[in-house]
């Protein structure tokens, strides 16, 4: 294989101190491979035929198992992603803000969105097999009312097929989400909560635009989590304006304190155009930490979370206790299909991956007239399931041989070991040898910090080989 391990944007640089100074940035949020995009006039007849036959991959169970079963034994899996693009308020630092929460858009959107579930849960595609993994993600689904939680909930749950141990989460924050809306939604079926908290700390928090002080988003943690009805996950971000060390690490007690199932700890991302860079320019916001600050702030994260004997899920995501999967997480960064429903929604379906719309009327209009809302579609290449491998095993923090061999073909490990080898010599990864095609690569914690840049190198670098598996 052709790569230059001289190439400091490939292998990192050489440095007492890979951890800070490995790399410049974070290359962009997720690794990514190429796609091959179809025309715009072409998109409805190539989803009307996606939707019409039973998923490509269950294709060789379906031959030999007996109808009715629709239980798999291939390993394969797959989602739903239910999108709801409403906010109260717009946080400085987000991204995924779309619309403002109104009742009068938000009961016209939910009707919309009831629409399209019994439309596409009435497709072939949909039931041919079970899935495994809802997501209500957003904006802030848990602006929704407790009616249209329990009603989008029942939907899903009796009209797609979904397995017996199905993971339903429900993201949001705690902010106005009350008792009857949290019960309304354990009733329904979602067994899983994932509240976005950022921060404990009360600057921190309404400097971001975040509504509750330190006190009240506490109290409603601890009090949702006492259910112990399903386990509550929370996001917090590390970087924010005002959020210095001693601040980081109150929020990660505030975890422990919280009572909390588990937690993700995301290093900000700051992309331009954000209400926060423009605060920053003008003076009214401190700037947000450098890399290296990120880093330190990523280390104490991993150190303190070890010794508190967290179970580490991921490079980023940790649980107290049994009762947390993050199933969705996890199969979203490998070649699941995920089913989109809502505008601003995105998935993979029979070979296709697409974007819904995030105009409001668009959307309504297009399901009103039985029409996808998508706007971008591309075809799936067939080796997705390569970057799929790459980008899946480095957010577990490792690389088996057997996974990425199986995925690019025999050979690929060892071919890319003088690569490996470069990374090791960095200080980013371990490369453990063993027999029987059996070796890994294990992300230091410098590699579990720069576990995007390290993905989407080595997937550029195979898709630069000439007989390439991407
Ligand atoms: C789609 S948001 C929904 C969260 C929920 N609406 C809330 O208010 O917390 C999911 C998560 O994305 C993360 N996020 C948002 N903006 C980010 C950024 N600029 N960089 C990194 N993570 C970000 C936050 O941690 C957030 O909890
Ligand atoms: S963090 Fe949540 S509430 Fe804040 S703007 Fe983003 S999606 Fe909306």
Redesign the pocket.
């Known amino acids: 294989m052709k790569f230059d391990v001289n190439n400091e944007d490939l292998v990192g640089r050489s440095t007492p101190d890979p951890l800070r100074f490995a790399f410049t940035r974070k290359k962009s949020?997720h690794a990514g491979a190429m796609m091959q995009t179809i025309k715009e006039d072409a998109i409805q007849a190539s989803l009307q035929k996606a939707h019409a036959s039973s998923s490509e991959i269950y294709f060789p169970r379906k031959e030999h198992s007996k109808p009715p079963s629709i239980f798999s034994n291939d390993g394969s899996a797959r989602c739903l992603y239910l999108h709801i693009p409403f906010?109260r308020v717009r946080?400085t630092?987000?991204?995924?803000f779309q619309y403002a929460s109104s009742s009068s858009l938000m009961d016209d959107y939910v009707k919309a969105l009831r629409e399209e579930i019994r439309w596409k849960a009435s497709t072939v595609w949909a039931q041919s097999a079970p899935f495994h993994a809802v997501y209500i993600?957003?904006?802030?689904?848990?602006d929704l009312s407790a009616e249209q939680i329990y009603t989008l909930v029942s939907d899903v749950r009796s009209l797609f097929p979904l397995t017996p141990d199905c993971e339903i989460t429900l993201?949001?924050?705690v902010?106005r989400f009350e008792l009857d809306q949290f019960e309304f939604a354990l009733k329904a079926g979602v067994n899983r909560f994932?509240?976005?908290?950022?921060s404990f700390n009360t600057l921190v928090r309404k400097s971001a635009k975040?509504q509750d002080n330190k006190e009240e988003v506490m109290k409603k943690i601890q009090l949702l989590s006492s259910y112990q009805a399903a386990p509550i996950v929370l996001?917090?971000?590390y970087?924010l304006p005002y959020q210095t060390l001693d601040i980081w690490e109150e929020d990660l007690q505030g975890y422990l304190e919280s009572g909390a199932q588990g937690v993700?700890l995301?290093?900000?991302?700051?992309?331009n155009g954000?209400p926060?860079a423009k605060m920053v320019e003008q003076g009214k916001l401190p700037p947000p930490a450098d890399t290296q600050m990120k880093a330190s702030m990523f280390e104490m994260g991993v150190n303190f979370m070890a010794k508190h004997h967290q179970t580490r899920l991921s490079v980023n995501h940790w649980s107290s206790n049994h009762r947390e999967r993050s199933l969705y997480n996890t199969l979203a960064k490998t070649s699941a299909e995920i089913m989109p429903l809502g505008a601003g929604a995105g998935g993979n379906v029979n070979g296709y991956q697409m974007m819904q719309t995030r105009d409001m009327k668009t959307y309504i209009d297009a399901i009103k007239n039985k029409a996808f809302p998508v706007t971008t579609l591309s075809r799936v290449p067939s080796s997705k399931g390569v970057s799929s491998e790459i980008k899946s095993g480095f957010d577990a923090g490792v690389l088996a041989q057997s996974q990425l061999d199986k995925a690019a073909g025999a050979g690929t490990f060892e071919a890319l070991s003088p690569l490996f080898e470069a990374w090791q010599k960095n200080g980013l990864v371990h490369l453990e040898r063993h027999q029987a095609q059996r070796s890994y690569l294990k992300l230091t914690l410098a590699g579990q910090f720069w576990t995007v840049n390290l993905a989407q190198n080595l997937i550029d670098v195979l898709r630069t080989q000439k007989a390439s598996p991407l």
């Open positions: 949020p906010c946080c630092y987000c991204h995924f993600g957003g904006g802030t689904p848990t993201e949001g924050r902010n994932s509240f976005g908290v950022q975040r996001d917090l971000l970087g993700d995301y290093q900000l991302i700051e992309l954000l926060m």
